[in-house]
């Protein structure tokens, strides 16, 4: 069973202060992604990456930035965390079969606090 | 541009009553389409989805949908709800060989008991 494992279940930190959400899959798959969840907005896509050391940009990146050094592991970065930025991250990651993209699976969310 | 509408933001249902939660969505080409489901403090689990072939798709926990070509819709149905599908539903879709998938808005489910 594929399993994504996000580091943190919850997170408290201070206005400014650089902050790295980390998320591992251990099934070998291409693509992983990173979302925020809000209410009454759904999930709204980060960044995402097809391959290491890839990246491409989802339709709300400012304000964060991701490395992806081994495919494994994907990582998204708050450079200077604002309150706005207050959400639920979840990461998910999908293999490719046969050139075509399978459904996603999901981590359990980071539920991040800015104060 | 890839959209996805879940018309209504909460369902109610009787326990034992067919449910049924409403998508509809707008793909250039080919849709790839998902239904997924959220339990509190937990991320997305994936149900079912449908690429190609029958309209109606069956996938899990007793869930299916049926995907609607002409009326662009791919509604998720269950024949009798049980208390525990009480949940928060997404809807997804994807353009053929795109990476990225757009998520609708989500359902809250309410099984009545």
């Known amino acids: 069973d594929v399993k994504v494992t996000q580091s943190s279940r919850y997170l408290v930190k201070r206005t400014g202060e650089k902050v790295f959400l980390e998320c591992v899959q251990d099934?070998?798959?291409?693509?992983m992604f990173w979302y925020r969840q809000d209410p009454g907005l759904g999930l709204r896509l980060i960044y995402f990456?097809?391959?290491?050391?890839?990246?491409e940009k989802g339709d709300i990146p400012e304000g964060y930035s991701v490395s992806r050094e081994k495919k494994e592991r994907f990582s998204l970065i708050l450079e200077s965390a604002s309150t706005n930025q207050t959400s639920m991250y979840l990461c998910?990651?999908?293999?490719?079969?046969?050139?075509?993209?399978?459904?996603?699976?999901f981590g359990d969310g980071t539920r991040l606090s800015i104060l | 541009a890839q959209s996805v509408a879940q018309p209504e933001d909460q369902v109610k249902v009787a326990e034992g009553n067919p449910l049924t939660v409403k998508c509809t969505y707008s793909?250039?080409?080919?849709?790839?389409l998902f239904w997924y489901v959220q339990y509190p403090n937990r991320g997305l689990q994936f149900l079912l989805k449908y690429i190609t072939g029958d309209n109606l798709v069956k996938g899990s926990y007793g869930f299916e949908a049926e995907f609607n070509k002409s009326q662009t819709s791919f509604h998720l149905k269950k024949p009798s709800a049980l208390v525990s599908d009480s949940a928060l539903y997404f809807c997804a879709v994807r353009a053929y060989r795109d990476d990225k998938i757009i998520f609708g808005k989500g359902t809250r489910l309410h099984i009545l008991p």
């Open positions: 793909v250039s080409g080919n849709p790839y």
């Open positions: 998910a990651s999908s293999g490719i079969v046969t050139g075509i993209n399978q459904p996603q699976h």
């Open positions: 990456s097809y391959d290491v050391k890839m990246k």
């Open positions: 099934m070998d798959h291409e693509n």
